[in-house]
């Protein structure tokens, strides 16, 4: 995927923006506070119709604004198109080519986008919420039908919850509640098994060659009445068994607290945890080897590479590992925006191309 052109308005702080990125790299470059990120989100918007920094969509209208409009002119799979999006106030419209769609849409099909945020950088020491949240966005991203999976789960869940919070739950329509559960739930950890299972190889290789030939694995892991069960019925009805199992202490503590809403996202290096005996250095390359794996396996789904979009996180690494960000961005043939302070922090990439960025307004960069 290209993105052409990218236009805003009443986006954050962002002065009316008509922006042409360069076809390879594209460095946005500023003070903090300027509004490179929100350029970057309004990017992100654009291809995933949601905010990587925010659930309040309020928050991403100009103060004083009643809609903001994004547009975006892509070229995907050879072909010419364009993304339209209006938002307020109770109101989001999303157009392809000029017809409304939804998430789930197959006219996506093509449209992807890997992020990479400094915040990501803290992944294999975070809350297992923050690594599931990160194998649903490259699981949504390599299929939109995966939002209607999660969505369906998350009703589900959020029904179930209400229900043990009165306190009074019939046994029937609980017992309706987690059948539902079940099936919903077994649909999410086969995609979640399935992802870490294609990510799994590339993590190993990319970590070997940017810091060590250690063996890192991941794993997606659930209660073990779930890992035993190899199939989606048989995941299913191990789901249904342990929410049986786990229905009196739910019913004390007044919501869900066993089933997918709880796994993680196991990574070992040498056969132990990173979370607990990784060094900063081994972090940070796992989570290296883990975003390249990711833009990897999404250009493998796609059939070309998606858009790349790296904020701020030059500033987070160390000269090393930053040379081998760039080393390996170098080798792909993705299109990346970058967001960086200090612009000397990036190589003289192949077709790199500068843009200041200050106080709302984006100019062309032309050094000297």
Sequence with gaps: MILRRLRALGWRNLAPVALEPGPRVTVLFGDNGQGKTNLLEAA???????????????????????????????????????????????????????????????????????????????LPRSAPAARRSFLDRAAYNADRLFWNEATAF???????????????????????????????????????????????PRVRSLFASL????????????????????????????????????????????????????????IELGGRLVRTHGSQGQVRSVVLALKLAELANLSSVLGEPPLLLLDDVASELDEKRRGQLFAALAATPCQSLISVTDRGLIPPLAGRVDFRVSAGEIALYSPG
């Design 211 to 266: 810091h060590a030939p250690i063996d890192l694995t991941i794993r997606y892991r659930s209660d073990s009445l779930v890992d035993a069960a190899a199939d989606e019925a048989a995941v299913t009805q191990a789901l249904r068994d342990g929410l049986d199992k786990s229905r009196a202490a739910d019913l004390k503590r007044g919501f869900s607290g066993w089933g997918p809403q709880t796994d993680d996202l196991e």
């Design 44 to 122: 992100f918007y654009l291809t995933e119709f949601r905010s990587f920094r925010t659930k309040a969509p309020a928050e991403l209208l100009q103060w004083g604004a009643a809609i903001t409009r994004l547009a975006a002119e892509i070229t995907t799979d050879g072909l010419d198109r364009r993304i339209d999006i209006e938002l307020g106030p109770g109101r989001k419209l999303v157009r392809v080519d000029g017809k409304p769609v939804r998430r789930d849409s197959p006219a996506l099909r093509g449209i992807g986008v890997v992020v990479f945020v400094p915040d990501d950088l803290l």
């Design 154 to 200: 998350a009703k589900v869940l959020k029904n179930r919850n209400a229900l043990l919070r009165r306190g009074d739950a019939r046994p029937a329509l609980l017992g309706t509640f987690d059948d539902e559960l079940a099936r919903t739930g077994a649909r999410l950890v086969m995609r979640r098994r399935a992802l870490t299972a294609a990510l799994a």
